[in-house]
């Protein structure tokens, strides 16, 4: 895991890759429990049966915003920065569901660092490119590109 030491660290990285999650498997029963939590109960993500008669693979699939939701939580592996006030989600310019994510599969984040800028509140803005990785799949099942903003601790 890289370690950073300081919010400011970003401001001399831009361009490099952040890192690499490890494989996250995504069971029926996330996705099951993501469905209660969203009130999204379409058929293709948490009826077994019938996804076993009319889905391409017979199986269910995970819904995109679930995989979407991974991202903190995978970037966490490898994004460690001292000095750190807070960090904001400030929201995301752009997500594409490239690829099904079919419930079994294992999916990870490579992460890299489009942009980072100093902002006259001490904060950094950071622009991250994810792809988010379908094990054994030419196609990532998720292509994002998320905001942060990160707060260094008061020096003061």
Known sequence: MAKYPHPDAFLDIVGQELGVSDWFEI??????????????HQWIHVDTERAAREMPDGKTIAHGFLVLSLLPGLSREFFDIDNLARTINYGLNKVRFTSMVPVGSRVRLRQTLRS???????GVHTVLEGVIE??????PAAITESVRLMYPVSEG
């Not at 379908?134 to 196609?139: F, N, P, Q, T």
């Open 27 to 40: 069971d029926q029963a996330r996705i099951d429990a993501f469905a209660e939590v969203t009130d999204d």
């Open 116 to 122: 980072a800028e100093k902002r006259p509140d001490g």
């Open 134 to 139: 379908l094990e054994g799949s030419d196609r």
